[in-house]
């Protein structure tokens, strides 16, 4: 959704000074740790976002893949495997249930309480870009309309690979998104290794 005349527009830079807004509505929508502030857009982190992570994405067949995608990325390790839901050993099994807009913050506290470190939420809560310490991992709606975006390609570092969603499908289970040309979402076990790309609402 990229509605016109708001104070920002889709492909602005965000109110952050380095993201770039993705999604503007011109209906507020529920956002913050509790659901009870207001936001109208959302924004993604740059690519580069995590200099500790970036490398350089190869084909499949010849060892780091990031889904194939041959571009520089910081959204899949410095191994180019991604990153687990939730580390093997722990749980977050009932929290990070929201899908909708405006949920990924909420939800990623939630993962936090539950999965103790490393894992995909603590790496997109971990940035603080433009200063700001409520990046997120983007819920299962707000990563569809990143990945959907139609001009995605200009924010970089996007690969054709999964990504992380902080909504559980169902106890163990999480939502992730395709970065395929068709968007097409799934669940996966939570000690799968996929992207990060923090994303915050405001």
């Known amino acids: 959704m990229c509605d016109a005349n708001l104070q920002y527009a889709c492909g602005d830079i965000g109110e952050s ?9 011109s209906t507020a929508f529920a956002c913050g740790a509790n659901m009870a502030s207001t936001c109208n857009y959302l924004e993604a982190a740059p690519n580069m976002w995590n200099p500790n992570s970036s490398i350089t994405c190869k084909q499949a067949t010849t060892g780091t893949s990031c ?26 099994s009932g929290s990070g249930t929201e899908q909708g807009i405006g949920s990924g913050f909420a939800n990623t506290t939630a993962m936090m309480a539950g999965c103790n470190s490393g894992n995909a939420a603590n790496v997109a809560r971990s940035y603080t870009g433009g200063g700001l310490t409520d990046w997120s991992l983007g819920s299962q709606s707000e990563l569809l309309a990143l990945c959907a975006y139609p001009n995605r390609a200009a924010i970089g570092g996007f690969t054709s690979g999964q990504y992380w969603s902080s909504s559980i499908d169902w106890k163990t289970f999480s939502w992730f998104q395709n970065f395929f040309s068709t968007c097409t979402y799934d669940w996966a076990d939570n000690s799968n290794a996929y992207g990060v790309r923090p994303v915050r609402a405001f």
């Open 17 to 25: 000074g380095v993201g770039t807004v993705f999604y503007a509505s």
């Open 67 to 92: 889904g194939g995608s041959l571009q520089t990325t910081s959204d899949f390790s410095s191994t180019g495997q991604g990153f687990f839901w939730c580390l093997p050993g722990q749980s977050a």
